[in-house]
Structures are given as structure tokens and as C-alpha cells.
């Protein structure tokens, strides 16, 4: 039986090519967006969950206050980990790790000409490999950290350096702020991509303790911040409620800060929250699984319309077969079979394309999953769950309508006009568009508000300044390079400071009237170049003959004065940090030193001398404007010359202020590409919907166009009067959808301390696309309705 079954769905779709084509097609878009928006979400969700003891490792997290002000920390001292461990029950196992907050240059003893720089360094204890699940390809996960300067590679590593060698016993090289030489005593799987730890190489925390500068990483003896992460294995996972009260009692041991408060974050949440806050990913994580329904159901809605706007192909089949004794509940079954073929090869074919445009997918996402990732028990799972409800939905509709008809009507040629359901149609047709336009906006909105933040004037003229990164490797040797790049004909001026610009600040301690009354603001360290050359603006400027430059004095910007509670024109007033004194003189225009998403905060600009050294311990940033009309990749050949003359050994890097600024906003244009795509695909599969409705509505209507025209109706009038009924649908999807998306992109735009307006036209616009879009779809039918014979719609009757 279903063998008959599948061969009459088989010929019924070769037998109307074009409506099994768009069928199939239309279905397999909707599930390509489904699986892959699916396979992301997965994967985001799956992040840390492949450790053994997952469930029970938890991160703890500090928050405190300083006079109003609140901070969040995540990192710890060493001594942390250690101490919590001997003083909670709770807590079985500890670890630690330090990752290494810049690359590192890494070489083979044996090859010392090959040297590269390297991400990724982590510093961990002993216990790392049998604490976590990650898995060894070569040595002991007990052994392989026990010793000072032994190093465990990640696979690729392990080729790079050293090929098809077997690398366990050999020597590499890792220069951090000095060099030194580790043994290679393990090899481990490249981490996977739904990890939140990252490695290349993990070396003994017992090697940092050896170092020199160990005691800038190492901190105090107690618990207090630091540079650490410390991961605690709880007894049961249910005890964190105990851990965080006692962590709260030995908080209120320390008296430096006015409250410290615990909180515990499990390692499964550590990719998703970020600093007590929500990183981009999680955002994408409410938007994008809401958008994998809303078009899958379009994708369904289409092929369900499309399948009973030819109902009245098969009216006299069912009859037939019904005269001939078959049940309601067989019937139902032959269409199920039909709509299960039918979803089968649309679900081959979305797969093909979730498949071939996965990597611009993920691309766009800046996202890396693991191909084993995709062939997982979970994403395989996920896969038949969806199948299977793709056949039921699929089938469900078809089978209860076409099944429904009444053999005496349907072998009459008297079919009601309501047959198939023309009224649900016309709601998923009218919810299509809504979706369209509300999605037509949203990405007008985006579009606009990411258009403001390139173009609005922030106060810094970041135009033709390139930023390049110095290393403490340079030694002494760092003016004598500012000073050779500052003379190449290309170069107007430059300047040093210790941040590169919109990637962060200091924050230093401001005292006030009282001794406990302190003030935390943003600071930034500065040579007396840096204003010139970032084209900032006086408020109040320095006296006449009063030098910028010195250890004692300072500059802030317009929003400190109200902030530090100074008079209107603070110039020549004093500023005290702890115990020393430093003199205001100047006070800058407020300028945008981060991201548009948040106000100007107050700001204070440290001026040392020229020589002061800004490399000694992190490093610095090189400023140099760039001259217009400057051939730029031989003007940074020169500079990169230059780079190499003083620092052979660190590869030489560049950034364009202009490209830092954009890059603040990264996660805005991800969404904006991702809408853009799901507005293509809802406007493509709307205009199926309407496209199946026309066609069964034109096709119920093919006696009444003939009589028409044979009344003298033209063409125009013909394609009018059948246009006429969708644009109502239209009109009143862009009713529907304006003010819903209004309400989404006002909400979102808050989220941004400037933004744009939106404007009537941004409505206006995607009202018309949507217009134009169904005027064009639905006139294919009318058309061809009004141009055909009438003699031949009438004689069939």
C-alpha cells in the first residue's frame, strides 16, 4: 500500500514540475536556516558541558563597592584557590590557571631562524589535565605539569615545531618577557571549539614562580584580586549556597573595600556571561532561535498553502477513491506518505545548503565549530527531532483538508470556494508579510545606527593614524625608533601612550575632601605629542609658556570637572592620588576614548616627559598621523624596516585608528549581515506564500475572469480587480508589523548612549518593498488568468 502510495506522490511531483519546485525549494530554505541556526545555538549551549565533572565546577566572582562606585572581578590571587580549598568542606578539588595577556614568540632550539608569535599561553597547575576532560594524545595527565618549565602542545603545535617528530623530550623555546627553554612533556588534543579554555601551550604554574616577574602575577598571600582564575570542584553541585555564604563570611574579613560579595559561576555559563554581564553570543542566543521558527513556520505555511491551492486537481481523485470505499483515514495516511516524500527531499536539500553556506554562516558570526561537533549524537538528534516534526506539521494540513472533501460534490464539479481553506491562508500570508516588513525595518534601523557611529564626530580625528604596538623587547631603544619613524617624509607627527586608542584605560584613585572619600576615574598616560596628534580640542587651554610635559601635572576632560566637583575653569587647581599632588593644566573637550554605547565618562590625562620610560614593563603604543596623499604600504614597509632594526624578533604589527573604532561594533554589523540574509529569505518565502494563495484563489475564480472578458473586461481592469484583494493583505501586514517593529528597534536603540531617530520614511520604505514585492508576485497569475481564452475556462464548465 504505501509502496502505491509513494509512487502516486512520485508522479504527481514530476507531473507539475513548477509547483513541486517551489514546494521543495521554498521548504529546504527554511530548513537550511532552521538547521543552522540550530547547529549554532547547540553549540553555544554545549560550551564546557564535555568535562566529566562539569556540573560541579564553579568559578568564584567578586563584586565590591568604593564609595558608590561598583566593580566585578573575576581573577584572583594564586593564593586563592588554595585557601578556599582548606577552609570550605564543600570544595573536593581546585585548580588554577593564568593565561598570558599577550603573544608570545615562540622557536625550535633546533631551527632558532623560525620564530613566530603565538596566542594562547596558559599557566596552569599540576592537576590541569585530570582535573578537566581534556584529552592527552601523549604523556601523563598526572605528571605532565609537575616539574618547573615543562610544556604540554596542542596537536597543531606540536606539527608546527616539530613536524612527523615525536616532540616528547624535545625543547622549545617561549619568550614572555624573557626567554626560556621548556621540555615538551605532553601533547593534547587542540581544544575543542565549544571550549571556553584555550590553549596552545599549558605550562606549570611552578614556571612562573621561577620567573623574575613572578611576584607581578603571583600577588598577595591572601585572598584578594588578582590574575588568576581559579575553578573549584564542588562535592555535589547542589553546594554552592553553602560555598557562597562562607565565602561571604571570610569576605568581611577584608576591610579594604566597603563590601565584597561572592558569587559562584558554573563552568558550563562562562562562555555566555562575561564579567557578571552578557557577551554578544548570548544576545544572538534570544534573536536568532525566535527567527529559525518564525521562518520555518513560514517555510511550512508555504508548502501547506501551495499543497491545497491545488486541491481541486485532486477534488475528483479523493472522490474517486471514496466512491470506491476508501476511509477518510486512508486517504489522510496516501497524503501523509505524499507530504513525507516531499519533506524528505527538501529536508536533503536543506541540509546541502545549510552544508555549503555554513562557512559564511559562521564566518559572519566569527564563530569556529569543530566538524566532529556536526556529526555529534546532540546535533544528530536534533536533526531527526526536526525531520519528524517537519513531516507531521507538513502533513497534517494537506491530509485533513484534501481528505475532507465530499465525493458527491467533488465528481459534481461543485466545490465550495471555502474548500482548502482559503482564510488560513490568508492569515499566514499576511503574517509572512508582517514578518518581511517588521524585519525590513529592523534592518533599516541597524543600517542607520551603524551608518551614525562611523560618521558622527567623537572629538578625535582618527583619520590616517596608524597605531603600532611596542614590546618591552625593545629595551632602550624605543625613543631611537619614535624618532626615526617620525622623520620619514610621510609622517606629520607622533606620539606615545601606554593604551592604544578605544581598547581600553587605567582607573585611578582620586581623594577628596574627607580621607575615605575617593573617586575612581579612567586614566590614561600620555607623552605631550598625543593631543596634537589625536586633533583633540581645548576647553580651557594651558597658560601661556606652561609646559604640558612633567611628572606632577595633568589634563582632564570637560566630564571630570563635574565628576571631581571643581570649579567651572579648574586650570591651575590640584588633583592628590594617594600621596601625590598633580596640577590641572588644561581641561580637554569631552571626545569619545570608547565605545558609542555608553556617555563620555570624566577622564584623566597623565603628561610624563618624552623619556619617560612607557615600555618598560607592558609596553606601549606608537601614534603616528599619517600624511594625506601618502603611498601607505611603502610609507609602513619603511616603518616596519624600522621595527625590525630594533626588534628582530617580535613580528611587527599595525592598527588604523579608524579600524579599532569600527571594530567596537563588531557585534552590531554580525547582526545587521544576519538580518539582512533572514530578510532576503522571509521576503522570498512571503512571496511563495502569496504566490500559492493566488494561484488557488485565480484558479477558483477562472470562470468568472471568462465571463468578464467575454463582457468586454480588459486585461488591466482583470489583473486590478484579482490584485486587489492581496494588497489588502499587504496593507494590512505593514498595519500589523509597523508598530512592532518600532517597539523592538526603539527598545534596542536604548541600549546605545547615542543614537538616531527613527523616521517615518524607514516605514515608508519597507511598506513599499513589500507592496512592490506582491504587486510583482501575484500579477504572474493575473495576468496570465486575464489573458487566457475564455471559451475554454467556460467550456469546461
Known sequence: MIKNYIKIAWRNLVSQRLFSFINISGLAVGLAVCMMIMMYVAHEMS????????????????????????MNMEYMSYAAGEIIKQRQPVVKDYTRTMAYFKPVIASNPEKPDAKFSEKNLLFADGNFFSFFSFKLLSGSAQHVLDRPFTVVLSEDMAKKYFGDENPIGKTIVLKTDSAFTYQVAGVAENNPSNSSIKYSFVTSNQSLLQMKEAKLYTGTKDISFGNFLPYLLLNHASDTATLRRSLDLMAKQDKTFDKVHYSLSALSTTHLKSNFGDSSNLKYLKIFPLVAVLILLLALANYMNLSTARATLRAKEVGVRKVSGASRKTIAAQFYVESALFTTLSFVLGYVLCYAFKPWFLNVLQLKIDSSFLYSPMVLILLAVLFIITILIAGSYPAVILS?????????????????????????????????????????????????????????????????????????????????????????????SHHSMFHGYDMVSINGKTKDDITMVASWMGDDQLIKTLGLKWKYAPATGERLAGMDRLVINEAAIAKLHLPVDPVGSYLQSGDQKFKIIGVLKDFNYSSLQSEISPLILFTPPAKFPFFKRDGCNLFAKIKAHTNLPTLLGKIQSLYKKYDADTPFDYTFMDDAFNAQYQAEDRLSSIFSVFTYITIALASLGLFGLAAFTIEQRTKEIGIRKVLGASIGSINSLLSADFLKLVILSIVIASPVAWWAMHNWLQGFAYRINISWWMFAFAGMTAILTAVATVSYHALKAALANPVKSLRSE
Request: charge should be positive; aromatic fraction near 12%.
Open 404 to 496: 475532507a472533501f465530499k465525493p458527491v460534490a467533488t465528481l459534481k464539479g461543485k466545490m465550495s470556494k471555502a474548500t482548502g481553506g482559503v482564510a488560513v491562508r490568508k492569515v499566514f500570508t499576511t503574517l509572512q508579510f508582517a514578518l518581511s516588513v517588521g524585519l525590513i525595518i529592523c534592518g533599516i534601523v541597524i543600517d542607520r545606527q551603524l551608518y551614525f557611529f562611523r560618521h558622527k564626530d567623537i572629538g578625535i580625528n582618527r583619520d590616517n593614524v596608524v597605531m603600532i604596538p611596542v614590546h618591552n623587547t625593545f629595551g632602550n631603544n624605543y625613543n631611537a625608533f619614535k624618532q626615526d619613524v617620525a622623520q620619514l617624509s610621510g609622517i606629520e607627527n607622533v606620539a606615545t
Open 47 to 70: 560550551y564546557d558541558r564535555f568535562h566529566e565533572n562539569a556540573d560541579r565546577i564553579f568559578i568564584p566572582q567578586q563584586s565590591f563597592t568604593m564609595n558608590g562606585n561598583t
